[in-house]
Antibody
Framework: QVRLQQWGAGLLKPSETLSLTCAVY????????WNWIRQPPGKGLEWIGE???????KYNPSLKSRVTISVDTSRNRFSLKLNSVTAADTAVYYC??????????WGQGTLVTVSS | QSALTQPASVSGSPGQSITISCTGT?????????VSWYQQHPGKAPKLMIY???NRPSGVSNRFSGSKSGNTASLTISGLQAEDEADYYC????????????FGTGTKVTVL
């Protein structure tokens, strides 16, 4: 049974860096794309970016200048960093696995609030 | 790349069938058979219900079905049940190398 477990700081001040990690249990880490997706309160889903096992990345152009996704294959984990956060970055952040062009397993979500 | 367009809300009585539409462009929904649908209950992570337009993952009820015509994809829920009340999002692969995925605006399904 595949399980994604994520963690990270839930309260940030403006201009700080958001940092989240997602650990993958119970399945192969290779052969998949590992994604971050966010959902502002009461709003829809927004794709942030993805990384593959080899470290190849793609990022949403609207966030590209502030986002870094990295992978630690030795521990089956991948991470998200988002610099210079503002209140507009307040959202529930999800990690998710993509075998191809869909997301089949999701983390439990982490609410990140940006407030002074 | 704009979000895919979904109706804000759809409702139906138990046992009825409802259909949720998801409209995009030839650069996403119309260009690929890579539409997926997700169910999200309040406070929970999204759950994959349909992938590649019409395929159901193991464990998903056969009351859920997907289809596509042109630039519009659809999710049909037949035999509506109280547990189907949730938000539903479509997603599509896109022709943009920098933004490979786009989500729909979301639809709130209410079981009357």
């Amino acid at each position: 049974q595949v399980r994604l477990q994520q963690w990270g700081a839930g309260l940030l001040k403006p201009s700080e860096t958001l940092s989240l990690t997602c650990a993958v249990y119970g399945g192969s880490f290779s052969g998949y794309y590992w994604n971050w997706i966010r959902q502002p309160p009461g709003k829809g889903l927004e794709w942030i970016g993805e990384i593959n096992r080899s470290g190849g990345t793609k990022y949403n152009p609207s966030l590209k200048s502030r986002v870094t996704i990295s992978v630690d294959t030795s521990r089956n984990r991948f991470s998200l960093k988002l610099n210079s956060v503002t209140a507009a970055d307040t959202a529930v952040y999800y990690c998710a696995r993509a075998p191809l062009e869909w997301f089949d397993y999701w983390g439990q979500g982490t609410l990140v609030t940006v407030s002074s | 790349q704009s979000a895919l367009t979904q109706p804000a809300s759809v409702s139906g009585s138990p046992g009825q069938s409802i259909t949720i539409s998801c409209t995009g462009t030839s650069s996403d929904v119309g260009g690929y058979n890579y539409v997926s649908w997700y169910q999200q209950h309040p406070g929970k992570a999204p759950k994959l219900m349909i992938y590649d337009v019409s395929n159901r993952p193991s464990g998903v009820s056969n009351r859920f079905s997907g289809s596509k015509s042109g630039n519009t994809a659809s999710l049909t829920i037949s035999g509506l049940q109280a547990e189907d009340e949730a938000d539903y999002y479509c997603s599509s692969y896109t022709s943009s190398n920098s933004l490979p995925y786009v989500f729909g605006t979301g639809t709130k399904v209410t079981v009357l």
